[in-house]
């Protein structure tokens, strides 16, 4: 039998399937983690701590009482699989799965290079 182990599909279309085979039993594509919730597209700032990637996006608050928007941003920390080949300035899309740890409740499911 081959050791390679294909990619699993995860269930949302548009979503590539990475070309490297990772061991990771936390990857959703090649161990046991499924995703459900909600997707969001953010720019990695930091991949400081093992395994795991600092995502960042902006999103628009209305306030009723100026009848204005303002921006803010949101960061959350994902668990990044090493078949992925994360960095930083990256974008990427995110998907929220089981509490990992602590802080982690989202996984990285795609990474789209580079953001300008």
Request: glycine share 6%; with cysteine; aromatic share 6%.
């Amino acid at each position: 039998m081959d050791d390679e182990k294909k990619a699993r599909n995860i269930g949302i279309k548009g979503i590539a399937l990475p070309k490297e085979v990772c061991k990771d039993i936390k990857c959703p594509f090649h161990g046991k983690l499924s995703i459900r919730g909600r997707l969001f597209e953010g720019k990695v700032i930091s991949v400081k701590p093992t395994k795991t990637a600092v995502v960042e996006w902006q999103r628009r608050l209305y306030i009723p009482k100026y009848e204005r928007f303002e921006s803010r941003l949101s960061r959350v920390n994902a668990y990044a699989p090493t078949c992925l080949k994360i960095k930083v300035g990256d974008l990427v899309m995110i998907s929220e799965c089981r509490p990992i740890s602590k802080t982690k409740r989202f996984v990285v499911i795609e990474n789209k290079g580079a953001a300008q």
